[in-house]
């Protein structure tokens, strides 16, 4: 499907209509932090990006939205939503997306862009380690509140892992990723999360909050010890995945 789309800039009133209409599909009805059609428009008078892909037949499939502001001195972009229609996804959208807006920021002379996402979406979290190659900030307890998104969101709560992209920095293929299980104090770590979180808070709640008191400890712990999160490993034929962390000096660049 991507490669019969078209990525521009979200231009007239049924653009931005289709946009918090996909929003609400992403996110559900009852999401409360809408961007709505006035932010999405003005946004991008002021360096901001509101970037959609469209089918032949003018139909949004994905967009992409961000704020532009200087941040410890430098101009930085905040990448505060993406989301792909859910026939169009794990097709490399997403990516698309993202590399489409990377190129858009550099002309405007943007030194970095963060964002954050969910830690326990696998989805996510293989786009941006492994597709992306992005370097982890930081992780945020309840980034938007326990219960500010939406009723989905308040069944674990909204932690983030903030993340960024330095525009000097190449995109490049993801390199090897780690296999080998590792204890608690080794140089490699691996902290599992599940594979579709999403159908686990509707299945098992109880399991989806264990799942994020167990990956929230584990990640804050090892962050704040100094390790980074090198990359992201799946084992499709197991539905397992985990973060791969590595201690500094453990040979990770």
């Given at each position: 499907?991507?490669?019969d789309?078209?990525?521009?800039?979200?231009s007239?009133?049924?653009?931005y209509?289709?946009?918090v209409?996909?929003?609400?599909d992403?996110?559900?009805?009852?999401?409360?932090?809408?961007?709505?059609?006035?932010?999405?428009?003005?946004?991008?008078?002021?360096?901001?990006?509101?970037?959609?892909?469209?089918?032949a037949g003018?139909?949004?499939?994905?967009?992409?939205?961000?704020?532009?502001?200087?941040?410890?001195?430098q101009?930085?972009?905040w990448?505060?939503?993406?989301?792909?229609?859910?026939d169009a996804?794990?097709?490399?959208?997403?990516?698309q997306?993202?590399?489409?807006?990377?190129e858009r920021?550099?002309?405007?002379?943007?030194?970095?862009?963060?964002?954050?996402?969910?830690?326990l979406?696998?989805?996510?979290?293989?786009?941006?380690?492994?597709?992306?190659r992005?370097?982890?900030?930081?992780?945020?307890?309840?980034?938007y509140?326990?219960?500010?998104?939406?009723?989905?969101?308040?069944v674990?709560?909204?932690?983030?892992?903030?993340?960024?992209?330095i525009?000097?920095?190449?995109v490049?293929?993801p390199?090897?990723?780690?296999e080998?299980p590792?204890?608690p104090?080794?140089?490699?770590?691996?902290?599992?999360?599940p594979?579709?979180?999403?159908a686990?808070?509707?299945?098992?709640?109880?399991?989806?909050?264990?799942w994020r008191?167990?990956?929230?400890?584990?990640l804050?712990?090892?962050?704040?010890?100094?390790y980074?999160?090198?990359g992201?490993?799946?084992e499709?034929d197991?539905?397992?995945?985990?973060?791969?962390?590595?201690?500094?000096?453990?040979?990770?660049?």
């Amino acid at each position: 499907m991507t490669g019969d789309l078209t990525i521009r800039d979200l231009s007239t009133p049924g653009d931005y209509e289709q946009c918090v209409a996909l929003q609400r599909d992403t996110w559900g009805d009852d999401f409360r932090e809408l961007a709505p059609p006035a932010l999405l428009q003005i946004a991008q008078k002021v360096g901001g990006l509101a970037v959609g892909a469209f089918d032949a037949g003018g139909s949004l499939v994905g967009f992409i939205f961000g704020l532009t502001g200087v941040r410890e001195g430098q101009l930085t972009h905040w990448s505060h939503m993406l989301a792909v229609r859910e026939d169009a996804r794990d097709q490399g959208l997403g990516r698309q997306l993202k590399m489409h807006q990377r190129e858009r920021l550099r002309t405007l002379g943007v030194r970095r862009i963060q964002w954050s996402y969910d830690p326990l979406v696998a989805r996510n979290a293989n786009l941006n380690l492994n597709g992306l190659r992005v370097s982890v900030l930081q992780y945020v307890r309840d980034m938007y509140g326990e219960n500010l998104l939406s009723k989905t969101d308040s069944v674990i709560g909204t932690d983030r892992l903030v993340v960024e992209w330095i525009m000097a920095t190449p995109v490049v293929s993801p390199g090897t990723q780690g296999e080998d299980p590792a204890l608690p104090d080794a140089a490699e770590v691996l902290v599992e999360i599940p594979w579709d979180i999403q159908a686990l808070k509707r299945s098992d709640p109880d399991a989806a909050v264990a799942w994020r008191t167990s990956t929230r400890r584990a990640l804050e712990h090892y962050l704040g010890r100094g390790y980074h999160i090198a990359g992201f490993s799946r084992e499709p034929d197991a539905s397992r995945c985990y973060y791969v962390i590595r201690g500094r000096g453990s040979g990770d660049d």
